[in-house]
């Protein structure tokens, strides 16, 4: 099928065809990323706009890359804190990157929604880098793309999501792009980080990690944020790490061909051990890595795809 | 008021008259003389010089009364003027607001109250009371200088926007106005539950990834708040109702006796969560649009009394204020022109209220619950009328809106039935 979407703003209004062609996609495009000169005219002309209101290395990097081995022209534009700290709104800062014709822009904001709001003010191609506790789709697409290529196929894995589902769209893109693929998705965490109604996204809820572990075929551990202590989501970093760290002893009940991901960056001996994460389970790097074939994928079919 | 009592005397002729004060629905004529109701009968003579309405297939009510409203003056004058906020409320139908004391400086004191009362006079177009702060600049510490106040002209008491947090000083507050006999409005919203959280906390709220506040934040409050009312005596009112639990108390504490009475919004008991899906921030609001089940709850107790009243809440932002990131838009909508059509054409239409109902949850209760002397169209009484068009095609422009402030959900929605004609002390004025 065709892509026929604007902008890519998250995995909840994709279709399970549409994924799959983002996934087919980005399978080529890794391809580009083994050759001596990585580097092919596909978006030579166009230009990538990535507004970064969020602090971020790595999304930000992987975006850039993407769209340089594609021959775009990316800008990076970062503007820290809010908005509305900044004096300038949301809306105007789009109305003025919209003057100078970018055919995409990337962009990450804190405030949930934000990718949509400028995508509705837009002419041009809106990705969504990340938007508060709602979606990080290139996240979920990538993560797909990892485990299908590491299991060969996606529908039937269970999978664990473990920690701070509350407030992560890494979760919530997984959630909506898994259960999409077929997947059975378990979430596991302390009540206080498991979102109100969960259960009604089609997921399993579990309270005890090794419940939640034992029978996944992938482990997606989630980033804790050190301040949801003073939220008071948890007592203290030191028994969360006890009661929800994935440590190599846990392991031992989980199935043999089990997967290890995280979004990164990780926090090394607090969701997960330093064992664990540079184990033999991990897949951590090959996250990173098809993280570029995603985003170029995703810049293919937003700006490229149309006018190839 | 700029408008003196009329002195010509008016006839409105030939409406259905629904007085649920005076027990009245029929059609009948309505004689109006030096600004107040002269008469009603069938088919009074016009004494001459008498100017006539016919309000033929049109229904006359007592002046409506939104019992919550803001109209930002002093200090906030871009988003809303009395001027041009009374405005509004002659155009939707109402013939009297009382005004919420969050503005700048606070209506905490007797200059303010003064200040907002003078510029009625001068440029108001309905009747404007005063509501003075509980608290001194709503900081919740405090007790606002309520005697004086309320000498002044204030008709209630509320910190409304913020919730006063202390229950002592609530509890001293109820106490200190009841020589008053002015109700204390509850803004209910625990603000450690609350969090400031944009939105209903549920299924919504986890789907869009923002942080949502529990209606038990309201509930909390409103628990604690009839407690307060049943150990002190006070006349406590709950502002802006919206969850089931709520009502549920509200309606509980009033068979135990208390003096509690409640108020809904009209977006409460038309809209749910469901509407945040856009990120629209016209849909946001505090409290919060909730679910259908409170929905449902709300309309019930609208209908068998709990709930005594509709008020708009009506809050106007400018644009810049609105159009933005949701989680950090301005909260409230502004509902004085919107408020009326959208009850007779969601309401009572469909017959999921009737008229009678409807009048008394926009005049007679209001006016009683406040001690205001409308509500009622009894010989004597000042000649606030408000005469409905149920036949009326509208839709909802907010360009053409006579607040200053555009900021609704139900823009390019339309309906049928609205008012027709406002009458404020036997003068029109309509817009």
């Known amino acids: ?62 975006f850039e890359i993407a769209g340089k081995w594609l021959s775009a022209d990316v800008i990076n534009f970062s503007a820290s804190g809010s908005s509305a700290e900044k004096g300038e709104s949301l809306l105007d800062t789009a109305r003025n990157i919209e003057a100078m014709s970018p055919d995409v822009v990337v962009v990450r904001h804190k405030a949930s929604g934000a990718p949509a709001l400028l995508a509705r003010s837009l002419r041009c191609g809106v990705i969504n880098a990340g938007d508060g506790a709602h979606e990080h789709p290139t996240q979920a697409l ?8 590491k299991k060969g196929h996606l529908e039937g894995l269970n999978v664990a999501i473990v920690g701070d589902v509350t407030h992560s769209r890494v979760a919530r893109s997984n959630i909506f792009g898994m259960r999409k693929m077929g997947m059975t998705v378990t979430v596991a965490g302390p009540p206080t980080l498991i979102p109100p109604q969960c259960q009604e996204l089609g997921v399993k809820v579990s309270h005890r990690l090794e419940e939640a572990i034992e029978h996944a075929d992938v482990i997606m551990m989630l980033r804790l944020q050190h301040e949801r202590m003073q939220g008071g989501f948890i007592p203290s970093i030191r028994e969360y790490s006890r009661v929800w760290g994935l440590t190599p002893a846990r392991l031992q009940h989980c199935r043999p061909d089990v997967l290890i991901m995280h979004p990164g960056p990780v926090n090394r001996g607090v969701e997960l051990s330093p064992e664990v994460a540079d184990g033999r389970y991990s897949v951590i790097l090959d996250q990173v890595s098809n993280g570029v074939a995603v985003r170029m994928a995703a810049l293919y079919l937003l700006a490229g795809s149309k006018s190839a | 008021m700029s408008v003196e009592h009329g002195r010509a005397s ?27 109701i002269a008469r009603l009968g069938r088919g009074l003579k016009a004494p001459a010089g008498t100017e006539v309405i016919d309000a033929t297939g049109k229904v006359v009510c007592p002046g409506f009364v939104d019992m919550h409203v803001h109209l930002r003056e002093p200090g ?38 003064d200040y907002i ?15 003075g702060a509980v608290s001194r600049n709503l900081e919740g510490t405090q007790l606002a200088e309520m005697a004086e106040q309320a000498e002044a002209g204030c008709v209630a008491f509320s910190d409304d926007g913020r919730c006063v947090m202390n229950a002592e000083l609530y509890r001293r507050a109820m106490e200190y106005a009841l020589p008053f006999g002015t109700p204390v409005i509850s803004h209910a919203e625990d603000c450690h539950l609350a969090r400031g959280a944009p939105m209903n906390e549920g299924l ?62 009209p977006h409460h008991l038309l809209l749910t969560d469901e509407a945040v899906r856009t990120y629209d921030p016209s849909c946001k609001m505090a409290p919060p649009l909730r679910t259908k089940r409170d929905v449902e709850a709300c309309l019930e107790g609208l209908i068998d009394g709990t709930i005594d ?36 054409d969601r309401l009572v239409r469909p017959g999921v209220i009737d008229l009678p109902t409807l009048v008394t949850r926009c005049s007679t209760a ?13 010989a004597g009484a000042d000649a606030d009328v408000t005469i409905l068009d149920l036949e009326r095609a509208w839709t909802v422009e907010p360009a053409a809106f006579q607040s200053r402030s555009r900021n609704t959900p139900f823009a390019g929605q339309s309906g049928v039935g609205a008012p027709w004609l406002t009458l404020v002390g036997g003068v029109k004025v309509t817009p």
């Open chain 2, 76 to 113: 906030f004058e871009y988003k809303e003027t009395i001027a041009s906020g009374t405005r509004a409320a002659a155009a939707g139908g109402f013939t009297a607001v009382a005004c919420m004391a969050n503005t700048f400086p606070v209506n905490d004191n007797r200059a303010v109250t």
């Open chain 2, 366 to 378: 209001p006016a009683r619950l406040l001690n205001l002397p409308g509500g009622t169209l009894a």
């Open chain 2, 117 to 131: 009362l003078a510029r009625a006079r001068v440029e108001g177009v309905v009747r404007v009371y005063p509501i």
């Open chain 1, 142 to 149: 990538l993560d797909l793309m990892t485990i299908r290529e």
């Open chain 2, 10 to 36: 008016l006839l409105i002729r030939n409406g259905r008259v629904v007085d649920p004060a005076g027990g009245v629905d029929q059609v009948q004529d309505v004689l109006i003389t030096d600004g107040r």
């Open chain 2, 204 to 265: 919504v709220s986890t789907e869009l990834g923002l942080s949502g506040q529990p209606g038990a934040a309201e509930e909390v409050m409103v628990a604690r708040d009839i407690i307060l009312a049943e150990l002190t005596g006070a006349h406590l009112h709950i502002a802006h109702i919206s969850t089931a639990g709520a009502v549920r108390m509200v309606r509980e504490a009033k068979a135990r006796g208390v003096r509690v009475t409640a108020e809904v919004t």
């Open chain 2, 309 to 344: 009243c509709v008020a708009t809440d009506h809050a106007p932002h400018a644009t810049s204020e609105k159009e933005g990131e949701f989680a950090e838009a301005a909260n409230g909508i502004v509902g004085l022109e919107t408020a009326v059509p959208l009850l007779l």
């Open chain 1, 1 to 62: 099928m065709g892509w026929k979407r604007k902008d890519l703003l998250g995995m909840q209004e994709l279709e399970a065809a549409e994924i799959t062609d983002v996934l087919d996609t980005a399978v080529s495009m890794k391809e580009i990323s083994t050759r001596e000169i990585k580097k092919v005219p596909t978006l030579r002309g166009k230009t990538v706009v990535n507004l970064f209101y969020e602090a971020s290395t790595r999304t930000r990097t992987s």
